[in-house]
């Protein structure tokens, strides 16, 4: 079974860029058989999904996020990653990496605990 | 931001069914896009708990039944048990702006 584990700074200051990165084990990321997702939920409010990755390193973007996403993949380390620039206090939130069935399914099979990321001033 | 509205809570009794309701439009269930229904106890990770509307991943007890119609999606957990107060979210895809991939407000399950 594929697991997932979020890491980097809990706490980053405004203007500066977010980066975390999942760790997945139980399964090579380079099989195919996902895309490779972040989702994110501000304290008291409900799930965003922030982007996808292939394999390849193809990506695709929430349209409201767009302008300051970046995933990346590292097959080597098994690990793919997240950077959104420009952070505000309105990006605090707990940030989720999950494994996403694409095609026809669309859904999220595998997630990580979360790591809470605070913007502060 | 949520496109998908379900009740803030929903309350039963040990043995009890209940249903999360989960309230879409033409942009996502609708226009015929599968809804999938996610188990969140805080500090865990979330769990996959019914993919394509009525499907259960292996290791979820039948107890946990999912139906679509029209605009709208339903869970139902039925025998109610301590170990499923938890929150729920619905999702699907939605093919405006706003989208691809929604989730609903979520729903806190208590069970009394």
């Known amino acids: 079974q594929v697991q997932l584990q979020e890491s980097g700074p809990g706490l980053v200051k405004a203007s500066q860029t977010l980066s975390l990165t999942c760790t997945v084990s139980g399964g090579s990321i380079s099989t195919g058989d996902y895309y490779w997702s972040w989702i994110r939920q501000p304290a008291g409010k409900g799930l965003e999904w922030i982007g996808r990755?292939?394999?390849?390193?193809?990506?695709k973007y929430n349209p409201s996020l767009k302008s300051r996403v970046t995933l990346s993949v590292d097959t080597s380390k098994n690990q793919f990653s997240l950077k959104l620039s420009s952070v505000t206090a309105a990006d605090t939130a707990v940030y989720y990496c999950a494994s996403f069935q694409g095609g026809t399914r669309n859904f999220f099979d595998y997630w990580g605990r979360g790591t809470l990321v605070t913007v502060s001033s | 931001q949520s496109v998908l509205t379900q009740p803030p809570s929903v309350s039963g009794a040990p043995g009890q069914r209940i249903t999360i309701s989960c309230s879409g439009s033409?942009?996502?269930?609708?226009?015929?896009?599968?809804v999938h229904w996610y188990q969140h106890l805080p500090g865990t990770a979330p769990k996959l708990l019914i993919y394509?509307?009525?499907n259960r991943p292996s290791g979820v007890p039948d107890r946990f039944s999912g139906s679509k119609s029209d605009t709208s999606a339903s869970l139902a957990i039925t025998g109610l048990q301590a170990e499923d107060e938890a929150d729920y979210y619905c999702?699907?895809?939605?093919?405006?702006?706003?989208?691809?991939?929604?989730f609903g407000t979520g729903t806190k399950v208590t069970v009394l």
């Open positions: 033409n942009s996502n269930i609708g226009a015929g896009s599968d």
């Open positions: 990755i292939y394999t390849s390193g193809a990506t």
């Open positions: 999702q699907s895809y939605d093919n405006t702006l706003t989208g691809p991939y929604v």
């Open positions: 394509g509307n009525n």
